[in-house]
């Protein structure tokens, strides 16, 4: 079998987005095709170049799925590959699902995605579609597991984060307080994990999302 194909890994590491997982799709996934790249932003750097393109500084909504759509793209032409994205639908693409099938990422013990390098700050700007079955890159355990502290589980200031339940109306509420410091700099939960603080993702990335969510 076939490794994936090394301009793949040059076209995304020229627009700062790397492989964060790789899986074998079932026949009903995507048909006429056989193997899934999920794609994500690369850090440190990711920030300073998106800020710098045509989609962020024209001024007009929603610069970074418009850009993702338009850099996933072409790198889909250049390799022959099929784009999917996440904020594409109805219908949704089910990515968290293939997050989890690519063995690169799990449930955390407050239920949101942990990802073997970008921890909680983990995101997926889109994914390429191969019709070839290419060997997948090796993957490793899950963080959570040895993280002894898991300080994950009680950093948000309203507990609206739990295995069982995400309590969104409570989140949304305290974002709306005055010098929230979630706003500021992005969700306290996921700045806490140890992963995420290696990361390098910026603050400022961080509250343009929360922008957006809040």
């Known amino acids: 079998m076939s490794p994936l194909p090394p301009a793949l890994y040059d076209l995304a590491a020229a627009h700062h987005l790397t492989l964060s997982g790789a899986l074998h799709l079932a026949s ?4 006429g095709h056989q193997t899934l790249v999920l794609l994500s932003p690369a850090e440190p750097g990711f920030w300073p170049h998106f800020t710098t ?3 962020y500084l024209d001024g007009a909504r929603d610069p970074m799925n418009r850009w993702s759509t338009r850099v996933i793209t072409a790198m889909a032409d250049a390799l022959g590959a099929t784009t999917l994205f996440p904020f594409s639908g109805p219908p949704w693409q089910p990515f968290t699902d293939w997050a ?3 063995g690169r990422a799990w449930p955390s013990p407050v239920g949101l995605l942990v990802h073997d390098a970008a921890g909680l700050m983990i995101s997926y700007r889109g994914a390429l579609a191969f019709a070839d079955r290419f060997a997948l890159p090796p993957t490793g355990p899950r ?6 502290d898991q300080p994950c589980r009680s950093a948000c200031p309203v507990e609206a984060l739990i295995p069982e339940a995400y309590n969104v109306p409570a989140c949304k509420a305290d974002l709306d307080r005055p010098g929230n410091d979630c706003r500021a700099r992005g969700c306290a939960v996921r700045r806490v994990c140890p992963l995420s603080q290696s990361y390098g993702r910026r603050e400022e990335q961080s509250a343009f999302h929360m922008g957006y969510f809040g």
């Open 28 to 31: 009903g996934d995507v048909p």
């Open 100 to 102: 989890r099938r690519s």
């Open 53 to 55: 393109t045509p989609e």
């Open 143 to 148: 963080p959570c597991d040895s993280c002894a």
